[in-house]
Nanobody, 123 residues
Framework: QVQLVESGGGLVQPGGSLRLSCAASGFSLDYYCIGWFRQAPGKEREGVSFISSSDDGTYYADSVKGRFTISRDMAKNTVYLQMNSLKAEDTAVYYC????????????????WGQGTQVTVSS
């Protein structure tokens, strides 16, 4: 029932931009935390950014703050991650995930995961 499908990854040069999409189906975004995570080869999975309908709304890891922007299109039930000023160290498989609830999104264990999309930043 709950399904998340990422898209928008690809190869981009350092300093470039990509927009990732996470299309949600089987549930509404209204009462869920949505997180973007990434995992590079040989490294632990990292929480990148989170969004919900709570008053605080969004959270960004220090490594991407000021460069990435998370947003939602409620009509399309889709979450986006706009990635600007990309660096080689941003190279990873990016996953979106959902968990029921709207608080403490950055500290949750997420129940539902997408398949991932590859982002490669290289010249």
């Amino acid at each position: 029932q709950v399904q998340l499908v990422e898209s928008g990854g690809g190869l981009v040069q350092p300093g470039g931009s990509l927009r990732l999409s996470c299309a949600a189906s089987g549930f509404s975004l209204d009462y869920y935390c949505i997180g973007w995570f990434r995992q590079a080869p040989g490294k632990e999975r990292e929480g990148v950014s989170f969004i919900s309908s709570s008053d605080d709304g969004t959270y960004y890891a220090d490594s991407v703050k000021g460069r990435f922007t998370i947003s939602r299109d409620m009509a399309k039930n889709t979450v986006y991650l706009q990635m600007n000023s990309l660096k080689a160290e941003d190279t990873a498989v990016y996953y979106c995930a959902a968990d029921y609830g709207i608080y403490y999104c950055s500290g949750r264990t997420y129940d539902h995961w997408g398949q991932g999309t590859q982002v490669t930043v290289s010249s």
